[in-house]
Nanobody, 125 residues
């Protein structure tokens, strides 16, 4: 069975850190770009970051640049999203998804295929 599973979401105080994981089963992530998206209540799903399959280059939405870092571990078939200096506005369900490549401008959910079930991140004091 082909699936992506996100984990690592939690309740954290503002300024704290979390590391999200996106693990694949049933297929290898090696040949896919992987995008991280988030969706807050009442808002549209937003692209956060993407890592390419070829050279590991990454893109980030402006609101997380300098705070979030995406990486991939080929041996573990897993992609991570390290989130530092978290803010209340980062609260959302975070999803990972497979894509053909990382777009140079905007991450659009429609450009990504297989999705995980999401993991909840809550930033609150």
């Amino acid at each position: 069975q082909v699936q992506l599973v996100e984990s690592g979401g939690h309740l954290v105080q503002p300024g704290g850190s979390l590391r999200l994981s996106c693990a694949a089963s049933g297929f290898t992530l090696d040949y896919y770009a992987i995008g991280w998206f988030r969706q807050a209540p009442g808002k549209e799903r937003e692209g956060v970051s993407c890592i390419s399959s070829s050279d590991g280059s990454a893109v980030y939405v402006d609101s997380v640049k300098g705070r979030f870092t995406i990486s991939r571990d080929y041996a573990k078939n897993t992609v991570y999203l390290q989130m530092n200096s978290l803010k209340p506005e980062d609260t959302a369900v975070y999803y990972c998804a497979t894509g053909e490549g990382c777009p140079p401008v905007e991450l659009l959910p429609a450009d990504f295929g297989s999705w995980g079930q999401g993991t909840q991140v809550t930033v609150s004091s």
